[in-house]
Every structure is written in C-alpha cells, then in structure tokens.
C-alpha cells in the first residue's frame, strides 16, 4: 500500500510544489527588478531678441528662438514672469548663468536665468541706465546721468558709482579697462565728444579721450585689443563714422573714411551699415563688409541672395552667422535675418518692436528617466 502524506499528498507532489515555489520566487526577484532612475543631458542652442518698444508705452518684450527647431517664442519674459518687462529694453547680455536686461525709462536692471526666469529688479530710479559691460565678477551700466554703476554679480547689489562725461551711451571692456563713450545726446545739438577710461582694478578714471562728435556704439576685440567705436555725427552734415582705439596707448590710431552707423566685429572684418543722413534720419545704403586692417569697404553689398532690408538696425555674430535685424518704422514688428559669410540667408523670424539685440544662448536641460 502506497504511503500518503498528511493530507493526502503523494511525495512527489509535494516535492514538485516546493521546487516550483523556489522557481517563482526566482522569476518574482530576477525577472520583476524595482525601476531605476537615471538623468538624460539636453542642450537647447537659441537666441534672445531684445525688442526695444516704444517710449512710455511698456512694451518693451524679449523674442526667443531656437536655432534647431525653429520654434519662436514672442515674449519668452512675461510668458515666463507674467509680467511685462518695461520701457524702453536698451541692452540684453549674459554674464555666467544669468541675463541682465537694461530697461531705460523703467530705470531697471532685470537679473534673469538662462530660461528668462527673473531673479532680481535692481531699481536705478534717476539713472536712466543705458548700456552694460562685465569684469571680474562684476557688472557696470552707464547712464544717462552721467554716472557708472558697479554691480555685484553675486550679490546683485549696487557699489560704487563714478563719474563719465554727459549721457553715457555705451561702454566696453578691453586690457583690465573700461571705455565708455559719452554722447551728449540730451544736449543736442550740443554733443559730447569724448570717452572715459576707467582702472577697473581701482574703478577709476584715468584718462579722457577726444573722439568724433556724439560717440555712441563702442565695441572691444578681445584678440587684437582694439576698441571700435561709432560716433554718429549730428544726423546731418557731420556723418557717423567708425574708428579704432589702441587700448596700450589710448588714442585713436584710425578713423575709417566710410560713414557706419552700426557694426559687428568678425576678428580683422566688421561688417557694416553703411548709411547716408537724410531729414535728420540714417537711410542705409546697405550691409557691407570692412577690412579694418586695410580700412577697404567693399564695393557690393554684404547679401547676395536678393534679401531686401528695410531699416536695418541691430547687427550680430551669432554660432559663425551674421545676424541683422530689421525694425521697418520702429512702430510695428520687425524682422530679424540671420545670414552665413557668403550673405546667403539662413535664418529669417519676426520679433517684436524695434529689434535691436540678439544674444546667443545655449541652455542646458537635464531630466529624469525611469528604465
């Protein structure tokens, strides 16, 4: 008689049933693994687009536009702060891991992240901030009241102010130096016609240079050390013309025969809006290329693809292009072209109001993924 177990079961059930016990546990801890988690790195490449508005309407707005897909964002800042940004946006620049926006008639400093996420308001109420350069940790604006304001870039906190020549409208940093070039411009027609030269190892002013009447857009190369600057005449018989500052000696070793209103540095080439003065206004004779060794301008105009510019104004090197933008009347919409060296078109998107700057950005997005 065969023996049973103590329920019935024949042995060889139970021994059955305990193996295939084992068996499923193993299948439940090898086979059934909790999920694990692990970051994925994106970088976006895109551009900012600072649009200045119109005065005393606030509408000032920053464009954004990703150089990949193409996609436009047409007020990336109050989409992002739910706000508007101001009056008047004058100047966008980065400086390590934020954006700083000069907004004139609001007389802010808007501190943002890479994202146009604002961090700070810095209040320049009076100044009227114009134009901002970085130095050793340090930011400085030049405002209409005629004064330098240091900044502190991790702080965000306002130091020491100094003193340039009457309505600061740009500066720039090259050799430890800041130049700011002072244009006098609430005086007209009684223009300035000088930059300062600031220590900044001390921030102190250490020499005024004389320049072309009304000095304005004034730009460094950081590999030659030359500064250039744009000094725009008196928008009538006096013509904006372009010249070149040796930052060891600071003087003026070149002024450039052609009349340029705006410029963009590509190491010994800049390229140029050549202009002419009509009723008080600059009319552009077209974008064109200059040898700023030889002082040669090209004969023909920079765009070769038949691209027709109406009021060209803002002009950029962005990832080796050559970015210009268009603000038509200053009162509607403008356009902003990107173009390769061969002024072939490359990029085209419509920005807001009186587009002016174009700032390369690349952010980097990093995100969580569960395998």
């Known amino acids: 008689m065969k023996q049973k177990t103590k329920r019935g079961q024949h042995p ?4 059955l049933m305990t193996w295939g016990s084992w068996l499923l546990l193993a299948l439940l801890f090898f086979g059934c693994k909790p999920p694990e988690k692990t970051t994925e790195t994106a970088v976006t490449h895109g551009i900012f687009v600072l649009n200045e508005g119109n005065w005393h309407l606030n509408n000032s707005t920053i464009t954004y536009y990703n150089l990949e897909t193409g996609e436009v964002i047409e ?25 700083y926006c000069v907004v004139n008639e609001s007389e802010i400093i808007e501190v943002m992240d890479l994202k146009c996420k604002s961090l700070k308001q810095i209040s320049l109420t009076g100044k009227q901030p114009r134009k901002i350069a970085f130095h050793g940790g340090k930011a400085y604006v030049c405002c209409f009241d005629g004064d330098v304001v ?9 130091g020491a102010m100094r003193q340039a020549g009457r309505n600061p409208e740009g500066l720039c940093v090259a050799n430890n130096k800041l130049y700011v070039a002072n244009s006098g411009g609430l005086d007209f027609p009684n223009y300035d016609n000088t930059v300062s030269v600031f220590n900044l190892a001390t921030f102190s ?17 950081p590999v030659s050390g030359y500064v250039y600057l744009v000094s725009k005449g008196n928008y009538d018989n006096i013509p904006a013309v372009l010249q070149k500052i040796d930052s060891q000696t600071d003087n003026v070793v070149q002024t450039y025969s052609q009349s340029v209103y705006n410029f963009a540095l590509d190491g010994n080439t800049a390229y140029v809006n050549h202009v002419v003065y009509e009723n008080g206004s600059p009319k552009s004779l077209g974008i ?3 040898n700023l060794q030889t002082g040669d301008m090209s004969a023909n105009p920079f765009i070769t693809d038949n691209t027709t510019l109406q009021q060209p104004y803002g002009i950029h090197i962005v ?37 002016s700057v174009v700032l390369e950005v690349k952010t980097t997005v990093t995100t969580e993924v569960i395998v």
């Open 288 to 290: 064109k290329v200059l």
């Open 150 to 158: 240091q900044i502190d870039t991790l702080t965000l906190t306002i």
């Open 75 to 99: 007020d990336i800042f109050e989409a992002t702060n739910h706000r508007k940004l101001g009056d008047t946006g004058n100047d966008l620049q980065q400086y390590g891991r934020k954006l």
């Open 12 to 15: 060889k059930t139970k021994q």
């Open 205 to 221: 002013l250490t020499k005024t240079i004389t320049v072309a009447l009304n000095p304005s857009i004034i730009k460094s190369d």
């Open 319 to 355: 990832n080796g292009n050559i970015f210009i933008t268009d603000a038509f009347s200053y009162t509607v919409n403008g356009d902003v072209y990107g173009f390769d060296k061969t002024g072939r078109k490359r990029y085209k998107f419509e920005a807001g109001i009186s587009p």
